[in-house]
């Protein structure tokens, strides 16, 4: 005769409650995607160490509408989902987890289809302890060769190795998405003689078109976002000199 056990509430798992430095938020992706500065543009305002970072980007095809090609590389794992697409390897509702080393590009049929979209998040983890290495890697469009290998520190806030200038300061109201300012440096680096010319085959490269990704855009407004806080501290200090003065 078998007896079934009992499980009492308190020994079921529980949700843990919430991180008080991280407070609960919901964002409609189509809301903030409508209104992003670039690809791969985090949704939420938390990218500490031990964060779960969704990232949305839009893609959308045009005449002459060019996203190039290259490979990311990240020591922490990638999720990819589709939140709707036309044209598109990558169907509406599809979930694809990426290898830490995999290649990205703009993964419409036809970019130059004005019809062809897709609406997606990557979702990227920081990890909780250790240092974070990410690169962006461009290759030989005629021999397949390694032209570019940008590696950078991706060490999240609240690590030891975390560098606070790389991300906009100490004092910084907002930080620096580190995923962007490498690959705004990437594209940078792509873009000059020796990171067109194929060392093997002597091949000499289209230019990467940073536009369509929008990353120099994005680093550049948070730049901004960050000077723009210091000044205004900055006034709040200043003494006042326009109070009105009375004359005999």
């Not at 008080?20 to 409609?28: I, V």
């Not at 060019?66 to 697409?85: I, K, P």
Request: hydrophobic fraction near 35%; proline fraction near 7%.
């Amino acid at each position: 005769m078998s007896t079934i056990r009992q499980t009492a509430v308190e020994e079921t798992r529980k949700i843990p409650p919430p991180d008080p430095d991280r407070e609960p938020l919901k964002a409609n992706v189509y809301e903030r995607m409508a209104k992003a500065a670039a690809q791969l543009t985090p949704l939420f305002p938390y990218d500490d160490a031990g964060a779960i970072v969704p990232c949305g980007s839009v893609i959308v095809g045009g005449p002459g509408q060019d996203y190039g090609h290259f490979f990311h590389w990240n020591t922490a794992c990638e999720v990819v989902v589709s939140y709707g697409s036309s044209g598109s390897v990558l169907g509406s509702g599809q979930v694809m987890a990426a290898q830490n080393l995999h290649g990205v590009n703009s993964f419409l049929r036809d970019q130059e289809d004005p019809g062809s979209f897709a609406v997606i998040v990557v979702t990227q983890h920081q990890s909780r302890d250790g240092d974070q290495s990410e690169a962006m890697i461009a290759r030989c469009t005629n021999c397949a060769e390694e032209i570019v290998r940008h590696a950078y520190d991706a060490t999240p806030f609240g690590l030891p190795g975390f560098d606070a200038e790389r991300h906009g300061g100490e004092d910084a109201p907002v930080r620096q998405f580190a995923t962007a300012v490498g690959s705004a440096e990437f594209v940078r680096l792509r873009n000059t003689e020796e990171g067109r010319t194929c060392g093997k085959c002597g091949h000499v490269n289209d230019a990467f078109s940073g536009t369509p990704w929008g990353w120099p855009r994005q680093v550049a407004q948070t730049r901004v976002a960050i000077d723009a806080h210091r000044v205004l501290r900055a006034a709040a200090h200043r003494p006042d000199t326009t109070r009105e003065v009375d004359h005999p």
